[in-house]
């Protein structure tokens, strides 16, 4: 029987066993079947149940624990929304080539899943009520009452009374040893559960050492080692920030490596209070305060190498967030020729932007999509003797030889405010103002642009026309705005495919249909498609590459703002008289190159107007 022969069996199980239960009727049953077959494979059972509010994931898991089908692990991973159906088929191929190991141990390896979800999703599988050992309520005078030495030898731990009956815990619930040693001290009457064998081991060292204390034990010596060992992973494995979730009874830590999070484990929630104390302690922040959002600075060393991190505590109901972001200490800042520019808007960014004298150039883009990168490099290519450079960031995240950088500090009235109100009066000829935040900032570029100084700054906008739709409604007059810009330059990153396991892809209909194209348009064009490799962590992508629009104003432009024109109307003049290339039609250059992918250039890029045809964005960019 193949896999879709066995899944479309399972299927008729489960909806069999809902009709048994009288959750559903037959005529519900009938309709799930149906709307099954028409929608993609990758819709499950449970999403349609779910979507159709017929029942929850939590009843059918339930429902399933209570009568035990005969299914395998990798479907109850796959139709409960665990896993994926292509991550389970990267786990199953490394099985096969693997020796004796398990399926659940490979996909924990990858951390593809934690082992507390696993664990459940195997409860599922074998019928067993799962026991999460760091959330559970024990049962204090059954604690007191069980040898557990005894216990721990044996790898069980009872929990708590259930209907007269003693729910207890088994690292492996088919180990005949240890049932037969429950029995030996419960009698029969004991019902069996399932819980996560490192939790067991964990937990039971902890009781035989202290009966009394039932929840998990943390000192600041394990909380130093806790927050040690999570900067160091992140950092090893690239990351740029590192995210410290509470949630109701555990921590998700979770890493943004190449722009997206990748869940990496889970912590006990009572060890949140010390975690966040030793970090609000390298922060510098009030380890008091638990009630208000904090912000902080760090610094780490990890492997003979100093890392500053800027972090952000956050107050939540089930506890504080802990943000932290990367910040990398560059001693190379990236020549402008290697950030990633298309040939004829590089050769256009240098002559007409980096080498006119005054004006002000505006990068825009989301957080983490490269703009201060780009800043830096832009600064590096014009830092000479004979012109004086001076900056106001928020903070300092590259240190350049020849030029004065000013790390803003509200602590001390450092204020971004009161630093430009100074930074006139130092003599510059480029003025680098690491970001517009209102309208004082905005204010002070032009003037100081206006008064002929080269300003670089950078903005939160959606695209090139964005940030100049901004500016105009940042109460900045529009005179001084189309006689000062001289160019915004709107960009993101998107993730490379992996070129240790990358091949050749076709596009979907629904993608074409999305980019306005036919199959021919982009027929003789080879697309590429990670197929995942233990090099990109079986995500099929690795490092990323950074996609550009860059509008430089022209007086069509200048009029348009002059007039106060829409976004609409000044991307339509722009477009057919600036030479514009948007960011989609930079992205389906690299994607028509096989840099990246389809799915990553709708997943970052937003899809304003439809793109032109690759010839032609070809032409445009001399690629």
Request: net charge neutral; with cysteine; charged share 25%.
């Amino acid at each position: 029987m193949n896999t879709t022969d066995s899944h479309v069996q399972n299927t008729s199980h489960i909806l069999s066993l809902l009709l048994t239960e009288g959750i559903l009727t037959k005529e519900k049953a009938d309709q799930v079947l149906r709307i099954k077959s028409k929608l993609p494979s990758g819709k499950t059972l449970c999403d349609i149940l779910k979507d159709m509010k017929y029942i929850t994931p939590q009843q059918l898991k339930d429902v399933l624990r209570a009568n035990h089908l005969n299914l395998k692990i990798g479907e109850v991973l796959v139709e409960f929304g665990y896993l994926p159906a292509e991550k389970l088929d990267i786990a199953l191929d490394i099985q096969q080539k693997s020796e004796n190991k398990k399926l659940g141990q490979i996909i924990i390896e990858q951390n593809f899943l934690s082992e507390t979800a696993f664990i459940d999703a195997l409860s599922v599988q074998l019928g067993f009520t799962h026991i999460n050992l760091s959330s559970e309520n024990f049962d204090p005078d059954l604690i007191q009452s069980v040898p557990l030495k005894w216990c721990q030898a044996n790898h069980f731990l009872p929990v708590y009374k259930k209907e007269g009956k003693t729910v207890v815990a088994f690292a492996d619930p088919f180990d005949k040893k240890a049932l037969d040693a429950a029995k030996k001290l419960l009698g029969d009457q004991f019902i069996i559960a399932i819980s996560s064998p490192s939790q067991m081991e964990v937990y039971l060292e902890r009781l035989v050492n202290n009966k009394n204390d039932l929840r998990p034990m943390i000192d600041e010596n394990t909380a130093m080692g806790i927050v040690n060992v999570i900067l160091g992973d992140a950092i090893d494995a690239g990351a740029s920030d590192i995210h410290l979730e509470p949630l109701k009874n555990r921590i998700h830590v979770r890493f943004r490596i190449d722009g997206i999070l990748i869940f990496q484990k889970e912590i006990s929630a009572e060890a949140t209070a010390m975690v966040t104390a030793r970090i609000k302690v390298l922060a510098r922040a009030d380890i008091a305060e638990k009630r208000r959002h904090q912000d902080g600075r760090m610094t780490f060393e990890h492997k003979g190498n100093q890392y500053d991190l800027r972090v952000s505590f956050y107050a939540g109901i089930f506890g504080e967030k802990v943000v932290l972001r990367i910040l990398n200490r560059m001693d190379q800042i990236i020549p402008i020729e290697e950030i990633g520019m298309q040939p004829k808007m590089l050769k256009r960014y240098i002559q007409d932007v980096l080498n006119i004298p005054s004006g002000v150039l505006v990068i825009t883009g989301p957080t983490g999509s490269g703009k201060t990168t780009t800043l830096y490099s832009s600064i590096e290519h014009i830092n000479n003797p004979e012109i004086s450079i001076i900056t106001a960031e928020d903070p300092v995240e590259y240190t350049l030889e020849g030029i004065t950088q000013c790390s803003i500090n509200p602590a001390i009235n450092l204020t971004y405010n009161e630093t430009l109100r100074h930074i006139v009066r130092q003599d510059p000829d480029v003025i680098v103002i690491g970001e517009i935040r209102d309208n004082f900032s905005a204010d002070v570029a032009v003037h100081a642009a206006l008064s002929g100084h080269k300003v670089l700054t950078s903005f939160h906008t959606e695209d090139s026309i964005g940030g100049l739709v901004r500016l105009m409604n940042m109460d900045v007059e529009a005179f001084l705005i189309s006689s000062t810009v001289v160019c915004v330059l709107s960009q993101r990153l998107l993730r490379k495919v992996c070129v240790h396991c990358k091949e050749p892809t076709r596009p979907l209909p629904n993608e074409l249909k999305l980019l306005g194209y036919i199959p021919k348009d982009i027929a003789k064009y080879k697309l590429m498609k990670g197929k995942g490799c233990p090099a990109c962590n079986y995500t099929g992508y690795k490092g990323r590459t950074a996609i550009f629009e860059m509008l430089v104003l022209n007086e069509p432009v200048r009029e348009a703002i002059l007039n106060h024109s829409s976004s609409f109307e000044i991307r339509k003049v722009s477009l057919e008289t600036t030479d514009l290339v948007t960011l989609m039609e930079d992205a389906l250059l690299k994607v028509s190159a096989g840099v990246t992918t389809l799915e990553e250039l709708f997943r970052c890029v937003p899809r304003l107007i439809p793109p032109r045809p690759i010839t032609e964005i070809k032409r445009l960019l001399g690629a």
